[in-house]
């Protein structure tokens, strides 16, 4: 398991770095989350919702051809056929109901990919609230199957235009939302970053996927133990939820792959655990893209969900302390590891999970290891960044 000490750091990362006005909604919620959260009712309707609702657990598929061509134990851990089409709507449906029971009645999201904002559209519209996502124009426009889901759904989308237009700038316009509106108002952070209790929160909540790895893993090897968990990186919450119950297991490595974009040696990138130096970003000390005198640089990704200058300080502190690895993906390693798993496997994968994908040659596993993938989401999402790629390919 992954734990944070009393004050919120996992080691030297973590804390709750935030504005005199948002002191009221944290402290309410670092004095209530684990009590609501370890309730019996609590458990038995997230439980419910997960098994009926959310389609859970989500299958452990062996990748048969995935396995012959690169000569190893590939399985496929499918988030991608969770309700709403990735990981995202464990975590949110977790957060809203704890919201429930705090009196709340507004709540808001920020969103990269946009499967983030339409799994909290999702759950808004089943159970009754009010729901603004913001998003950054840019994403906008490259998610927009996603933007008309969530309009479909009854939330508000509110364009972030300050700064890259991405996952950063919406994350600040939520922030800033909250603090306007504290009464009333849950804000659902999608990853494992934000000030405490935030990424322990959101790791308890996604911990479901490594737990249930164990015991599927288990019913087709005889072992719960994989050689290697691998899973795509942003702000962590698909990774952490992989890695929760392997971290303090030696026989397991755990591997994230973070958004490489055009290149480590270029600027347009956003491999921050290969890059980064400790700062705060969005109430969190952890790893930053930054400039040496302390300005946040804008990140790229092909990918939406990855497009981050920061990670979850938990994953910073992983990779401190090398309980897990990381390494940087490009966008075209990703998109083509992308496409052989469509033509392989006939699953496409979201741009982000084939990032994940895109280490499988990298890896060189034994022919009798076993590799889990984190499958985070489904593709239907990145239709136009496929086309278009392998469009200009021809």
Request: glycine share 10%; hydrophobic share 35%; proline share 5%.
């Amino acid at each position: 398991m992954i734990t944070v000490n009393e004050r919120g750091f996992y080691g030297k990362f973590g804390g709750a770095y935030i504005p005199e006005m948002l002191h009221p909604n944290i402290e309410e919620l670092v004095k209530n989350y684990l009590s609501i959260i370890n309730e019996e009712g609590f458990q038995k309707e997230f439980r419910h919702l997960l098994t009926d609702y959310v389609g859970r657990p989500t299958p452990l598929y062996y990748a048969s051809r995935l396995s012959e061509k690169y000569q190893t134990n590939v399985y496929l851990k499918r988030e991608d056929l969770c309700h709403t089409g990735a990981h995202k709507v464990n975590n949110t449906i977790g957060q809203i109901l704890l919201a429930k029971r705090l009196g709340k009645k507004r709540i808001l999201a920020e969103t990269g990919a946009g499967q983030h904002g339409v799994a909290t559209a999702t759950i808004c519209a089943l159970m009754g609230l009010d729901c603004v996502v913001y998003m950054g124009k840019v994403d906008v426009a490259r998610q927009k199957p996603n933007v008309e889901r969530m309009k479909l759904l009854g939330a508000t989308v509110v364009e972030a235009v300050s700064g890259s237009q991405t996952l950063k700038d919406a994350t600040n316009d939520a922030m800033r939302d909250w603090i306007n509106n504290p009464e009333d108002t849950h804000y659902v952070i999608g990853s494992v970053v934000g000030p405490h209790p935030y990424p322990d929160m959101v790791a308890i909540f996604q911990s479901v996927i490594s737990e249930e790895i164990k015991k599927q893993l288990a019913e087709k090897t005889g072992s719960q133990d994989p050689n290697y968990v691998l899973a795509c990186v942003g702000g962590g919450s698909n990774a952490i939820g992989a890695f929760y119950h392997y971290v303090d297991n030696p026989n397991v490595k755990l591997i994230g792959l973070e958004a490489g974009g055009f290149g480590i040696d270029t600027d347009k990138t956003a491999a921050t655990l290969t890059l980064g130096k400790e700062g705060v970003l969005h109430g969190s000390r952890s790893l930053v893209i930054q400039t040496e005198d302390g300005q946040v640089i804008e990140p790229h990704s092909v990918s939406a969900g990855l497009d981050y200058p920061g990670i979850g300080p938990a994953h910073a502190y992983l990779y401190k302390t090398a309980k897990a690895d990381y390494f940087p993906i490009t966008d075209a390693e990703a998109l083509n590891a992308g496409f052989e798993c469509s033509r392989l496997e006939g699953i496409i994968p979201a741009v982000e999970s084939a990032h994940a994908l895109a280490y499988l040659p990298k890896l060189k596993a034994k022919p009798e290891e076993t590799v889990v993938i984190n499958l985070s989401g489904r593709g239907d999402k990145d239709m136009k960044t496929y086309i278009e790629w392998f469009g200009s390919k021809d």
